[in-house]
């Protein structure tokens, strides 16, 4: 607002409006500033002829307080935690610069830059900045958008992060599919069959896990039913088993419903359904292979 100090992200546009040639009537109205307010920001924050939002910020004058305020990180506070932010994302597979170019939009207020405001930002190249972009929209944490009258900007949608884990979701369900193709080919009795299914069962237990929609609480009552069963060693209905554990027997009703739509919750023990509505705990047939089950018996 006209007469309050500039904010970072106002120096980071003037900077921006400066490196794209406008002038400083035009970079004052884009911002709802007095021309004078960024003639004299620019004046005094000019160095060999450039200007630097991020210097500028750091050597802007302290704002008088009139009671003593507690330290809060500053400038420095701030480009430390941008430096670690984005080290944390190199270290989980992210390409060094698409680090920092997330890093700088995930912290912007609007959670939106230009690209002259990422390369004022971050003191890069457009080309640096272009190649980051195109990276982070392949893997679909990063869009464009151009709002009316104004230059092209890169957006974060507040449901990124849960878009990126469904991804995540649908990539390891192909990798369990590839995997039990692999292992129908080679034999469930060689050791690359079996190597495979246990990559498959594992990759199709995290997608699974990724993707699904259930309550954690209902997944641990089906973990107690089935000890229940076992414990029994004899078929129960959901009615008894409702009794014996002094729940209701719609939470019983639940718990073997889930492990029925997820077996791979239950592995490697299954409620097995009988006639009269009564059920038996059984081992999974995941674990075992059909010669092994036939050996055993």
Same mark, same amino acid.
């Given at each position: ?40 920001? =620019?004046?005094?924050?000019? %160095? ?7 210097? &500028? ?11 003593? %305020?507690? &330290? ?5 506070? =701030?480009?430390? #935690?941008?430096?670690? #932010?984005? +080290? ?55 869009? %464009?958008?151009?709002? !009316? ?19 995540? +979701? ?5 990798? !369990?599919?590839? &995997?039990? /193709? ?19 069962? #594992?990759?199709?237990? @995290?997608?699974? /896990?990724? &993707? *699904? /929609?259930?309550?954690?609480? =209902? ?6 039913? @089935? ?10 209905? *959901? ?18 419903? @889930?492990? +029925?739509?997820?077996?791979? #919750? !239950? /592995? ?13 705990? =059984? ?15």
């Amino acid at each position: 607002m006209p007469g309050a100090r500039l904010t970072r992200e106002e120096r980071e546009h003037i900077a921006a409006g400066l490196a794209d040639g406008l002038d400083y009537a035009e970079i004052a109205r884009r911002l709802g500033r007095p021309t004078s307010t960024v003639s004299r920001e =620019v004046g005094r924050n000019l %160095r060999q002829g450039t200007y630097r939002a991020a210097d &500028a910020h750091r050597a802007r004058r302290p704002a008088r307080s009139l009671s003593p %305020r507690p &330290a809060v990180a500053g400038a420095a506070g =701030v480009a430390a #935690f941008d430096d670690r #932010f984005a +080290a944390l994302m190199v270290e989980t597979g992210l390409n060094r610069m698409a680090a920092r170019v997330l890093t700088a939009i995930v912290t912007t207020d609007a959670g939106a830059l230009t690209a002259a405001e990422l390369v004022a930002r971050l003191n890069v190249s457009p080309a640096s900045v272009s190649k980051s972009i195109a990276y982070l929209e392949a893997m679909d944490i990063v869009r %464009r958008e151009r709002p !009316a009258g104004r230059r092209e900007r890169y957006v974060i949608d507040d449901d990124v992060w849960l878009r990126t884990w469904l991804t995540s +979701a649908q990539a390891h369900a192909k990798w !369990a599919a590839a &995997a039990r /193709d692999g292992a129908d080919l080679y034999g469930a009795t060689t050791p690359a069959g079996v190597r495979l299914e246990r990559m498959a069962r #594992f990759f199709d237990t @995290l997608s699974r /896990d990724m &993707a *699904a /929609d259930y309550d954690p609480a =209902v997944a641990d009552d089906m973990l107690t039913v @089935l000890a229940a069963l076992v414990h029994a060693a004899a078929p129960r209905t *959901a009615a008894e088993l409702a009794a014996a554990l002094d729940w209701p027997a719609a939470r019983v009703e639940a718990a073997l419903s @889930l492990a +029925a739509d997820r077996p791979d #919750f !239950a /592995d490697p023990v299954a409620p097995h359904p009988l006639p009269g509505g009564r059920y038996l705990a =059984v081992a999974g047939t995941n674990r075992l292979t059909a010669e092994q089950r036939a050996a055993l018996r």
